[in-house]
């Protein structure tokens, strides 16, 4: 007992002399932030103030750099701004700037290096950067509430990426702004992370995934992007409450996918709302497509998912439909669609008779695009209604059997006319 109690008592002074050996260094415009680095303890906090520092700095210990009043620090064009390599540091209230163009080099304005594990970068604004934040095998990092910009000035593809992780776990990456890159945060190799509340735009993609599981992507803003969502060679994504509004290709991108949940998310004005390809086994509830050129574009194998009580509204093409038979959506609970011309005789909500969303003339129209031009004429007319009526001639399709004779969303509306500007 006395041995326990004496061991406790060591544990305990150690502690408190631990916390007594952390100091406040200040830096000040004229010194150098490096030099108050390298004299820094672990644990230390480097206060800066406000001032111009052009500085490539290496963090390889345990430290807060907190900026008093948003200094600038400049990495003068080459190389990362800021590197890091030790554990549990913070970085906050910096204007982080000027790293190199080297993409081959991976030039960032904040490079966390592996074992670089729980690092914190908050309230910070990273411009003129190649690549904002690369994160590379540094776990349980927490990115939040900074503002990203890239190279404006830089063709798409010369740009680097806002967020980038590989082979990370754990990360949290919340309410950040993220524009003017090439993907606004790009995932790959990377589990059991958190993006939430951010608003990513004018990018390539908001966000592209790549091999990456048990991920929860909630509450973003992702518009004005080539691509918005695309989650590509993944399994057990939670996908809710986004918002993919008027990218110039597709809002949700759904691409070899497994197991995974996408609801309650809004999907509109886009050139194809929902883009699914070789998905199976995944669940799509609540959702809101509406006012897209194309609600859904399903294609590939894509077959085995569970799809109730989403709202297809006022889509130029609800479904664009590509396989070789049939599709159920909505067994149990139905889907709405805006163009259903059937009956709710009993009462109960649904239409008594299925929903179908393409026909012959659909299938020929997508392989011949000229043939739109014919679509109103009495002979394509004709030509519909043959097909309805011989069932040889009838194309696959996505059927609803219960089709919901009223919108989830009541307030639908407002998400109309949110178009890519060249897609007016």
């Excluded at 776990?139 to 063709?155: A, H, P, S």
């Excluded at 590989?166 to 309410?175: H, K, Q």
């Excluded at 080539?226 to 060679?233: D, H, I, S, T």
């Excluded at 599709?327 to 909500?349: C, I």
């Amino acid at each position: 007992m006395a041995c326990s109690l004496l061991k406790l008592a060591l544990l305990a002074s150690l502690l408190v002399c631990g916390v007594a050996r952390a100091a406040t260094l200040s830096v000040i415009p004229g010194q150098s932030i490096q030099a108050a680095i390298e004299r820094a303890a672990p644990g230390d906090v480097i206060e800066i103030a406000r001032g111009h520092y052009i500085e490539n700095l290496l963090i390889a210990k345990t430290l807060t750099l907190s900026g008093i009043d948003r200094p600038t620090v400049s990495g003068g064009m080459k190389g990362d701004t800021i590197r890091v390599t030790g554990e549990d540091v913070v970085i906050e209230g910096l204007i982080v700037r000027d790293s190199g163009d080297n993409l081959g080099g991976q030039n960032s304005g904040i490079y966390l290096r592996p074992g670089a594990h729980r690092a914190t970068v908050r309230n910070c604004e990273l411009t003129y950067n190649l690549f904002g934040l690369w994160i590379e095998k540094a776990n349980d990092v927490r990115i939040e509430n900074n503002v990203i910009t890239g190279k404006r000035d830089y063709q798409s593809s010369q740009r680097g990426n806002g967020i980038q992780l590989y082979n990370t776990t754990g990360a949290r990456i919340l309410g950040n702004q993220i524009s003017f890159v090439r993907d606004a945060i790009y995932v790959d190799v990377s589990h059991r992370a958190v993006f939430r509340g951010n608003r990513l735009h004018h990018s390539r993609y908001g966000t592209h995934y790549m091999n990456s599981y048990y991920n929860l992507w909630e509450d973003n803003d992702v518009y004005m992007n080539r691509g918005g969502l695309a989650l590509m060679e993944v399994r057990n994504q939670e996908v809710r409450n986004n918002r993919a509004w008027a990218n110039s290709d597709h809002g949700i991108m759904l691409r070899t996918i497994q197991d995974s949940i996408v609801e309650n998310n809004v999907v509109a004005g886009n050139q194809r709302g929902f883009f699914i390809y070789d998905a199976e086994y995944n669940t799509l509830r609540g959702n809101l497509v509406v006012d897209n050129i194309v609600g859904t574009h399903l294609w590939a194998g894509s077959k085995n998912n569970v799809v109730e009580r989403n709202d297809f509204i006022g889509n130029r093409e609800q479904v664009r439909y590509v396989a070789a038979r049939d599709e159920l959506w909505g067994v149990k609970d139905g889907n709405y669609w805006s163009n259903y011309l059937g009956w709710d005789r009993n009462g109960d909500g649904h239409g008594d008779v299925p929903y179908e969303a393409n026909d012959m003339v659909d299938r020929l129209s997508w392989r011949h695009p000229m043939m739109k031009l014919l679509l109103a004429s009495p002979a394509v007319q004709t030509l519909r209604l043959v097909g309805q009526q011989f069932p040889l001639l009838r194309a696959p399709s996505i059927v609803d059997p219960k089709p919901r004779m009223r919108p989830e969303h009541e307030n639908w509306s407002k998400w109309r006319d949110k178009h890519y500007p060249a897609a007016r």
